[in-house]
């Protein structure tokens, strides 16, 4: 049983000074947004992501650190989190995406995108995990999407969704092990966010149609949207939040 917390003024609940938040594919994109948004909550920002010229530099911006890491590569995932035991917040970010239709999906496409989206996602959470648990403190965040609850049209994607429901249900199953240990789990699930991974569909005439007309709002999210729902799971403003998917969708799942 984890210790009910003390009540504070509710502003006070979203700071994270003194906190250190590491977070994957952090150099661009969604990723960048969100470790803005934790480091001007207060924050210590680490961007974790294979692209090194364009993370380093992101990661100065905010006054953070980078480290080069695949989170696909297990062993690369515990060295850094060996090299950083005071993490308490942990982003799962990285992601990617390949638009194949189901019949033509090579046995290659299919594994890098749950090698990433899937396995990379639970090798952080056990590493960063493990030191959160000894501790007793400690929250995880992941990307997960609105594909993991609906089947995206009229682009073909069937790995990236399978990934994006196995983050969620991750999310829970973590949630349900770690709830007693004061560690939390959630995910926040993005409808189409406008980042250098939707350029190619926005920039195909019958995807965009599709994504804006069945999105109730009209647009995309900007990136920037997807940061405060990221700061509430992560900081003490959810304290009794866990096993939680966010939907952020512009209300695309209504429909
Ligand atoms: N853009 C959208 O519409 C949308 C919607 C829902 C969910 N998402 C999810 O949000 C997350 C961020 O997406 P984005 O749109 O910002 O994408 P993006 O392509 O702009 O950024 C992804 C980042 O992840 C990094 N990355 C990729 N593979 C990696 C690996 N193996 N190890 C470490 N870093 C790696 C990339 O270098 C890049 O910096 C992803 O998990 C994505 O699935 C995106």
Known sequence: ????????????????????????????GI??????????AGARVTLADLNAEVGEP????????????DVTDAAAVAALAAKLPDVEILVNNAGIVRNLP???TEDDDWTAVMKVNLD?????????????????RGSIVSTASMSGLISNHPQPQVAYNVSKAGVIHLTRSLAGEWGARGVRVNCVSPGYT?????????DTPEWRATWLGETP???LAEPFEIAPAVLYLASDASSFVTGHSLVVDGG???W
């Open 1 to 28: 049983m984890t210790p009910a917390p003390e009540p504070r003024p509710i502003l006070d609940l979203f700071k994270l000074y003194g906190r250190h938040a590491v977070v994957t594919g952090g150099a661009q």
């Open 58 to 69: 992101a990661a100065q911006a905010l006054g953070g650190t980078f480290e080069v890491l």
């Open 31 to 40: 990723g960048y947004e969100i470790a803005k948004g934790l480091a001007q």
């Open 102 to 104: 189901a019949e033509d």
């Open 120 to 136: 990379g996602v639970f090798w952080c959470c056990r590493e960063f995990g493990r030191s959160m648990l000894a501790r007793g």
């Open 252 to 254: 695309y799942v209504c």
């Open 217 to 219: 709002m009209g647009r």
């Open 194 to 202: 406008a980042t250098p991974m939707t350029r190619r569909g926005l």
